[in-house]
């Protein structure tokens, strides 16, 4: 999983650098939404970073004001908790470490 962890951030690295410059800066946020996805999915994993990721984005719209924001401002969300507890039970059974 740590490779697919580092796959998923080089990915996110090439955009920043060959992708990102060809258009103008209007990120209303800090930090941007790609480093934003970097941290996420440094801090939380591919699945919950990439579901911070996709909400973050779509809250990237001229009617959003921006500003700060980092992913632990998210961490009382409903649906963070739901995947955060859904793929803690998902290890514990993967590990064999379970009653039935």
Do not use: W
Request: aromatic share 16%; net charge positive; proline share 6%.
């Amino acid at each position: 999983m740590k490779d697919a962890k580092k796959a998923v951030i080089k990915i996110i690295n090439a955009y920043q650098k060959y992708v990102s410059p060809l258009f103008p800066k209007s990120c209303r946020f800090y930090p941007s939404c790609s480093q934003f996805a970097v941290i996420s999915i440094e801090s939380y994993g591919i699945i919950l970073g990439i579901y911070l990721s996709v909400r973050r984005i779509l809250k990237c719209h001229p009617f959003n004001p921006g500003g700060i924001d980092f992913p632990e401002a998210y961490e009382d969300d409903f649906f963070f908790r739901m995947i955060e507890r859904t793929l803690s039970r998902f290890r514990i059974i993967m590990s064999g470490n379970h009653s039935l």
